[in-house]
C-alpha cells in the first residue's frame, strides 16, 4: 500500500463514517499520511481526527476511535493505533514494500504524476537569474501535480545575462543545483566551483542514479533481473534489525516522493524536491551498505538479490524523476 492507497482508505472511512451518521462533519477532499516523526509509531500517521474535531463538537481522541475501528482489517494495513491526543498510527501489512517498489516501476517516468485538478499554489517567482530557473522548474512540478500556477515576477533585464554567467562558471546542472537548493527566503551561495565528490549533494545524487544503473548493468552480466520481493537476508551473519531499518528509511522516501512532487509545486519550493532527492541518496547508500544488492564472491544470485535490485532500480526510477523536473541530468555513467 503506498501512502496514496492509505490516504484514500481512510478518506473512506470518513466518507463512512459520515454516511452513517457516525460523525457529522464535511468530508475533507484528501487526507494527508505522513511518515511518523518518531521511531516505532507504526509506518505512517495520520492527524484527520485533531482535525475533524472542531467541526465535529467531540473530542479527537473520540473520533480517532471511530475512524480506528473501520480500519481495522482493511486491505494492506496489518495495525492502526491512536496516539497522544488522537493522532492515527498505521503499520502497514507484510509486502507493503514490496507492492510499493511494484508501483514504482509500474509506473516508471510517470510514477509521482497526478491527474491535473486546480490546486492552489503559494508564493511568487522572483525575476532575477534564480527566478528563472525556479520558474523552469516549477512548470514542470506543477504539470506532474496537476497544479495551478505560481504568479512570476517579470525577468528582470540583467537576469538572462546572469544566470548565462553562472550557468559558463559553474555548468548547468550545478548552477540549476545551487539557484534551486535554498529555500525562498534563504540567500543563495554559488561554489567557487562544481566538485564531482561526496561533499557535493549535486554530486551524491546524481551519483546514486548512476549506481543503480550500474547495478542493473552487472547483474544483467551476472545472469540475473530484478524482480520485487523480501530484501532482508536471513543469514546467521546477517543483521535483520540494520537490515529493516535501512530498507524502511528508503522505501519511505521512496513512497513519498509523489507527496513531495505535490508540495513542491503547491508552495512553489522546489528546495522540498531537491531536499527529498539528497535524502534518497543518502538513504540509498546506507542501504547499499546493510543490504548489498549484488552476490559476493563464489554466491550465486539469490531471491534476495533480484528483490535487492528491484528496490535499487525503484530508487533509480525516484532519482530520475525528480532530477527531470528540477532540469538536471541524470548521468547512467559517473
Given at each position: 500500500?503506498?501512502?496514496?492507497?492509505?490516504?484514500?482508505t481512510?478518506?473512506?472511512?470518513v466518507?463512512?463514517?459520515?454516511?452513517?451518521?457516525e460523525?457529522?462533519?464535511?468530508v475533507?477532499?484528501?487526507?494527508?499520511?505522513?511518515?511518523?516523526?518518531?521511531?516505532g509509531c507504526?509506518?505512517?500517521?495520520?492527524?484527520?481526527?485533531?482535525?475533524?474535531?472542531?467541526?465535529?463538537?467531540?473530542?479527537?481522541?473520540?473520533?480517532?476511535?471511530?475512524?480506528?475501528?473501520?480500519?481495522?482489517g482493511?486491505?494492506?494495513?496489518?495495525?492502526?493505533?491512536?496516539a497522544?491526543?488522537?493522532?492515527l498510527?498505521?503499520?502497514?501489512g507484510?509486502?507493503?514494500?514490496?507492492?510499493?517498489?511494484?508501483?514504482?516501476?509500474?509506473?516508471?517516468?510517470?510514477?509521482?504524476?497526478?491527474?491535473?485538478?486546480?490546486?492552489?499554489?503559494?508564493?511568487?517567482?522572483?525575476?532575477?537569474?534564480?527566478g528563472?530557473?525556479?520558474?523552469e522548474?516549477?512548470?514542470?512540478?506543477?504539470r506532474?501535480?496537476?497544479?495551478?500556477?505560481?504568479?512570476?515576477?517579470?525577468p528582470?533585464?540583467?537576469?538572462?545575462?546572469?544566470?548565462?554567467?553562472?550557468?559558463?562558471?559553474?555548468?548547468?546542472?550545478?548552477?540549476?543545483?545551487?539557484?534551486?537548493?535554498?529555500?525562498?527566503?534563504?540567500?543563495?551561495?554559488?561554489?567557487?566551483?562544481?566538485?564531482?565528490?561526496?561533499?557535493?549533494p549535486r554530486?551524491?545524487?546524481?551519483?546514486a542514479?548512476?549506481?543503480?544503473?550500474?547495478?542493473?548493468?552487472?547483474?544483467?552480466?551476472?545472469?540475473?533481473?530484478?524482480?520485487?520481493?523480501?530484501?532482508?537476508?536471513?543469514g546467521?551473519?546477517?543483521?535483520?534489525?540494520?537490515?529493516?531499518?535501512?530498507?524502511?528509511?528508503?522505501?519511505?522516501?521512496?513512497?513519498?516522493?509523489?507527496?513531495?512532487?505535490?508540495?513542491?509545486?503547491?508552495?512553489?519550493?522546489?528546495?522540498?524536491?531537491?531536499?527529498?532527492?539528497?535524502?534518497?541518496?543518502?538513504?540509498?547508500?546506507?542501504?547499499?551498505?546493510e543490504?548489498?544488492?549484488?552476490?559476493?564472491?563464489?554466491?550465486?544470485?539469490?531471491?534476495?538479490?533480484?528483490?535487492?535490485?528491484?528496490?535499487?532500480?525503484?530508487?533509480?526510477?525516484?532519482?530520475?524523476?525528480?532530477?527531470?523536473?528540477?532540469?538536471?541530468?541524470?548521468?547512467?555513467?559517473?
Amino acid at each position: 500500500m503506498t501512502p496514496a492507497e492509505l490516504s484514500r482508505t481512510v478518506l473512506r472511512s470518513v466518507r463512512g463514517a459520515v454516511a452513517e451518521k457516525e460523525l457529522s462533519v464535511p468530508v475533507p477532499e484528501r487526507i494527508v499520511v505522513r511518515p511518523p516523526k518518531r521511531a516505532g509509531c507504526g509506518d505512517y500517521a495520520s492527524n484527520v481526527a485533531l482535525q475533524l474535531a472542531k467541526e465535529a463538537g467531540r473530542p479527537a481522541l473520540e473520533i480517532a476511535e471511530i475512524l480506528r475501528q473501520r480500519l481495522v482489517g482493511s486491505a494492506g494495513i496489518a495495525r492502526v493505533e491512536i496516539a497522544g491526543p488522537g493522532f492515527l498510527n498505521f503499520t502497514l501489512g507484510d509486502g507493503a514494500q514490496t507492492a510499493l517498489v511494484r508501483h514504482v516501476l509500474a509506473d516508471g517516468a510517470r510514477y509521482g504524476e497526478r491527474e491535473p485538478e486546480e490546486l492552489p499554489v503559494d508564493g511568487r517567482v522572483p525575476g532575477d537569474a534564480r527566478g528563472i530557473v525556479v520558474a523552469e522548474a516549477l512548470a514542470r512540478l506543477t504539470r506532474a501535480a496537476g497544479a495551478g500556477r505560481p504568479e512570476q515576477s517579470p525577468p528582470a533585464p540583467d537576469a538572462a545575462a546572469e544566470l548565462a554567467g553562472i550557468v559558463a562558471r559553474l555548468g548547468d546542472d550545478e548552477a540549476r543545483w545551487a539557484l534551486l537548493r535554498p529555500a525562498a527566503r534563504d540567500a543563495v551561495r554559488l561554489p567557487a566551483r562544481p566538485v564531482q565528490r561526496a561533499e557535493n549533494p549535486r554530486f551524491r545524487v546524481q551519483y546514486a542514479y548512476a549506481r543503480t544503473r550500474a547495478l542493473m548493468r552487472n547483474a544483467r552480466d551476472l545472469g540475473f533481473v530484478s524482480e520485487p520481493g523480501e530484501v532482508a537476508s536471513a543469514g546467521p551473519r546477517s543483521d535483520t534489525a540494520t537490515q529493516a531499518s535501512a530498507t524502511q528509511a528508503l522505501a519511505t522516501l521512496l513512497a513519498t516522493y509523489p507527496a513531495t512532487v505535490e508540495a513542491a509545486a503547491r508552495h512553489a519550493a522546489p528546495d522540498r524536491m531537491v531536499r527529498h532527492l539528497e535524502a534518497t541518496a543518502d538513504a540509498f547508500f546506507r542501504w547499499c551498505e546493510e543490504c548489498p544488492p549484488l552476490p559476493v564472491g563464489e554466491c550465486k544470485p539469490l531471491a534476495v538479490h533480484r528483490a535487492r535490485l528491484a528496490l535499487a532500480e525503484a530508487t533509480g526510477t525516484v532519482l530520475a524523476n525528480g532530477l527531470r523536473l528540477l532540469g538536471v541530468s541524470a548521468p547512467e555513467y559517473l
